[in-house]
């Protein structure tokens, strides 16, 4: 869903850019763990250590937040 430009007065179905704005929090955090060459480059052979791994990306992003 693309954001909506200035000059329109609303989308062109109509709805609010609700879904835009989330997508955007998901594709951010998405963006963040690619800093993690561990889980970009996937050395984990097993699905359970790679999931780890993610999760504690997802707790350092999340930490780093809380530190500001």
């Known amino acids: 869903i693309a954001p ?15 879904r835009y704005r989330r997508r955007w929090k998901v594709e951010r955090l998405f963006a963040w763990l690619q800093n993690f060459r561990r889980l970009v480059v996937r050395y984990e052979f097993h699905a359970e250590n790679f999931l780890a791994m993610a999760q504690l990306g997802c707790i350092m992003i999340f930490l780093r937040l809380i530190m500001r």
């Not at 007065?9 to 850019?17: E, H, I, M, S, V």
């Open 4 to 18: 909506n430009r200035k000059k329109r007065a609303k989308t062109q179905d109509g709805r609010p850019l609700r």
